[in-house]
């Protein structure tokens, strides 16, 4: 049961426009999400993270919206750089559970960002 | 800013064979530590939960005695691969938190292969 879901496995964008990145969840039970960038054959490294209170974080280039009665989130990168190319995941976890810290993670989206 | 090392960064062994993967936070103390694996072009699922000094805490499906998991003191976690086979074959990725409500930072992973 994939609970963290990325649609689009792939997505591919021209420089200077904007990148958005989609995720689904079924779990209701979840109330913070984050984004990871990973590159090929290291971790996976911290972008922007939503708590459910909130529908909108922004963070330099990176904004992500959070539509909770849908149970999506999305991630928005504008402009986009060609540096941005990577595999982008989005995880999520319940704060308020007894595995605070147990990131379910969706199965990435990989962006590329042409010149 | 958190960093989180591994070791070794590629492992190839033999069927039969035991591998030991070591997690350091190399600038902070982590309470918590996790156990992640990768399959290709799949998400990172995690297999264990590590608090210093107690024992691990398995996901469902993981074994508990074919992945031994040592989180010794707040600074090094390791996982050991007993008696691994073809399909131990993947790239097991750690993170570490240093507080309740911190974000975890991962490590660039390790790349197992079982001939």
């Known amino acids: 049961d994939q609970q963290v879901k990325q649609n689009s496995p792939s997505l591919s964008v021209q420089e200077g426009r904007i990148s958005i990145l989609n995720c689904d969840y079924t779990?209701?039970?979840?109330?913070?999400f984050l984004w990871y960038k990973k590159y090929p054959a290291e971790g996976p490294t911290f972008l922007i993270s939503i708590s459910s209170i909130k529908d909108k974080n922004e963070d330099g280039r990176f904004t992500v919206f959070l539509n909770k009665s849908a149970k999506h989130l999305s991630l928005h990168i504008v402009p986009s750089q060609p540096g941005d190319s990577a595999v982008y995941f989005c995880?999520?976890?319940?704060?308020?559970?007894?595995?605070?810290?147990?990131?379910?993670f969706g199965q990435g989206t990989i962006l590329t960002v042409h010149p | 800013g958190a960093v989180v090392s591994q070791h070794p960064s590629r492992v190839i062994c033999k069927s039969g064979t035991s591998v030991k993967i070591e997690c350091r936070s190399l600038d902070f103390q982590a309470t918590t530590m996790f156990w992640y694996r990768q399959f290709p072009k799949q998400s990172l699922m995690l297999m264990a939960t590590?608090?210093?000094?107690?024992?691990?805490?398995?996901e469902q499906g993981v074994e508990k005695d074919k992945f031994l998991i040592n989180h010794a003191s707040l600074t090094l976690s390791t996982l050991t691969v007993t008696s691994a086979h073809p399909e131990d074959s993947s790239f097991y990725i750690c993170?570490?938190?240093?507080?309740?409500?911190?974000?975890?930072?991962f490590g660039p992973g390790t790349r197992l292969t079982v001939l």
């Open positions: 993170s570490a938190r240093r507080l309740l409500g911190d974000t975890q930072y």
């Open positions: 995880a999520a976890f319940n704060a308020g559970g007894t595995s605070y810290g147990k990131l379910t």
């Open positions: 779990n209701s039970m979840f109330d913070y």
């Open positions: 590590s608090n210093e000094g107690s024992k691990a805490t398995y």
